[in-house]
């Protein structure tokens, strides 16, 4: 399996030199994080390269860095006819979160993209319906972000000092 | 059943201009077995338009989930999907122990499947009953209902919980089944074939149902994949993925079972799809509970997320510690990130943790299969009838508590 992996990366690296930014394999799935600015490119190749064959796009989500400084997407595909799953990364500044939509190669992409728009603030564009799914439609914030603590923070009948964050 | 508009009725000139109307199917409608609402724009009977609006109880388990220690974190997943919670409870489990490199004893493995089993049984119980009520069978949903009483009694048997069972720990079971655990699962392997069998009768080869179900709802294998269906909804449509067979967990690599599949995806094909697959898994369980190795222990070797037996916490000083962090949560869990995917009673249940080392994950997204594959409603539906439409959703297992996390 670590061969087809190795060869994927240097395909990766061969076709688009340079975009490949992370290679590594965490639990046995491979992960690459790929340029924000290629990540279409990357996706599209991924999926309709015959012998890559990642068909199927079993999950897409958003997160945060530590450092709330940037926001980031995760692709988990899969190759059923080889059981073969891999996860695409990119991450972008939290003041410009825009990348390219996903849904032209994957329409199950659509609520996906629209739940990571919902609770990350991340704007695919390209996207036929970029609004909220989950929460009402009113809400001005995006609540996965760290920046927005799940408790009230102007409560002070509760000291959460010593657990908790 | 008729999939195309009806455009060949043109009304006189000047009589009439053709106009839809708008239904509102939900938020709370009898007929939708939850939370669900549809703007259905309609011409006359036909559907032209349906526009899904989900939400309605959304309880943000994925911020909760920031929040809270390990073991904690198991309750949330009950409400998922809460026709078969310790699927959901054992995939969280799995996850962990992925994340902290536990290798669990088979036995626990083994008691794992029997209980992960039965609860598929339970959901795909309910969702062919449903299917049956829609269609105006109601006798299948009453008669049929009495065994998830029994596989209920099961879990409160072995966790003292019925439907948000929170069943078993990171690592394994909390304790030994009882002895009269076994013979109650002996006995529902017994005697549950003939009551499926009747069920199976009652609609099977109905000529009524067949005409209701047959062609109504379907979806080809590609559309299927293109929009990420999985479990039964997928394999309905002819794509034979199961994760259980796929990427084998809890030691499903041991079990002899087959997957059935269905050819065009239609309402038909998803009630046959589970109807087979209780029988599999009663096929799995009757390997499980012969195969169960007698002498090992039901848990995993991992104090920092295990509690101890009570009578040690309240005469050992070690005991008490351990048993005071893991209730605080504080315990010390590697970096990194995992994917961990079971086959739940809807489809393939992903969970995807990173954990920066602290007490609690860093980030947690669950893949929640009906959230995925319900977006295809609309689609599916276009162009047949209202009443279509309806037997349409509960054959596709749509679960709102998974749907809206």
């Known amino acids: 399996m670590s061969d087809l992996l190795n060869k994927i990366n240097e395909t990766l690296n061969v076709k688009f030199p340079g975009v490949v930014e992370v290679f590594e394999t965490t639990y046995d799935l491979p992960a690459f994080t790929i340029n924000k600015d290629h990540i279409h490119e990357v ?3 991924l999926k309709n390269d015959p012998e890559l064959n990642f068909h ?21 595909l899969h190759n059923m006819p080889k059981n073969l799953r891999v996860r695409v990364k990119t991450f972008f500044p939290m003041d410009k979160p825009e990348i390219p939509t996903a849904t032209d190669l994957w ?7 629209r739940e990571t728009y919902d609770f990350f603030g991340v704007r695919f564009k390209g996207h036929p319906n970029m609004t909220r799914i989950l929460n009402v439609d009113e809400m001005d914030i995006f609540p996965l972000r760290k920046e927005y603590p799940l408790e009230d923070q102007t409560r002070d009948d509760k000291s959460d000092k010593m657990f908790g964050r | 059943m008729a999939k195309k508009e009806q455009t060949h009725i043109t009304p006189p000139e000047d009589t009439m201009e053709k106009e839809y109307s708008t239904l509102n199917l939900g938020p709370t409608h009898p007929a939708t077995h939850g939370i669900f609402q549809n703007v259905l724009t309609m011409d006359g009977e036909i559907i032209h ?43 969280w489990h799995m996850t962990v122990e992925k994340l902290l490199g536990v290798t669990v004893p088979k036995r626990a493995d083994y008691m794992r499947v029997i209980i992960m089993e039965l609860s598929r049984i339970s959901d795909h119980l ?17 008669y049929i209902f009495q065994w998830r009483e029994k596989i209920y009694d099961i879990f409160e048997d072995i966790c003292g919980a ?37 069920f199976a009768n009652l609609l099977e080869r109905n000529k009524i149902f067949m005409d209701r179900t047959i062609n109504c709802g379907p979806i080809t294998a590609e559309m299927a994949l293109e929009y990420s ?11 034979d993925y199961d994760v259980r067979v796929a990427s084998p967990y809890s030691s499903y690599q041991d079990f002899k079972f087959d997957i059935p599949i269905g050819q065009s995806g239609d309402t038909y094909d998803r009630f046959m799809v589970r109807q087979h697959e209780m029988w599999q898994s009663l096929e799995i369980i009757k390997q499980a509970m012969k195969g169960m190795p007698k002498d090992e222990p039901c848990h995993a070797n ?17 005991a008490l510690i351990y048993h005071f962090k893991i209730i605080m949560g504080e315990m010390d869990v590697p970096k990194g990130e995992v994917y961990h995917c079971v086959e739940g009673g809807n489809g393939e249940l992903g969970f995807y943790l990173v954990s920066d080392g602290g007490r609690t994950p860093f980030r947690l997204h669950f893949r929640r299969p009906c959230f995925i594959y319900y977006q295809a409603y609309p689609e599916m539906i276009k162009g047949s009838m209202l009443s279509d439409a309806i037997i349409t959703m509960s054959s596709m297992n749509v679960i709102a508590g998974e749907l809206d996390a």
């Open chain 1, 43 to 45: 996706l599209a190749f």
């Open chain 1, 56 to 76: 199927f796009l079993t999950d897409l989500t958003g997160i945060q860095t530590a450092d709330e400084k940037q926001l980031g997407v995760i692709y988990h």
């Open chain 1, 107 to 113: 329409p199950g992409a659509n609520w996906m993209e």
């Open chain 2, 49 to 91: 338009k349906a526009v899904p609006t989900v939400g309605y109880i959304h309880r943000a388990f994925e911020k909760l989930a920031e929040r809270r220690p390990y073991n904690q974190i198991t309750p949330i997943t009950d409400r998922l999907n809460y026709c078969s919670s310790p699927i959901n409870n054992f995939g």
């Open chain 2, 126 to 142: 309910i969702c062919n009953s449903v299917v049956g009520v829609d269609t105006g069978a109601m006798t299948g949903f009453l």
């Open chain 2, 162 to 198: 019925r439907l948000t069972t929170n069943i078993g720990r990171i690592g394994g079971f909390e304790r030994e089944w009882k002895p009269e655990t076994f013979t109650k699962i002996q006995s529902f392997v017994d005697n549950y074939p003939k009551a499926l069998q009747e």
């Open chain 2, 229 to 239: 269906f999985t479990g039964p909804n997928l394999r309905a449509a002819g794509v």
């Open chain 2, 302 to 318: 991992v104090p920092d997320f295990f509690l101890p037996p009570k009578e040690e916490v309240y005469n050992n000083m070690e």
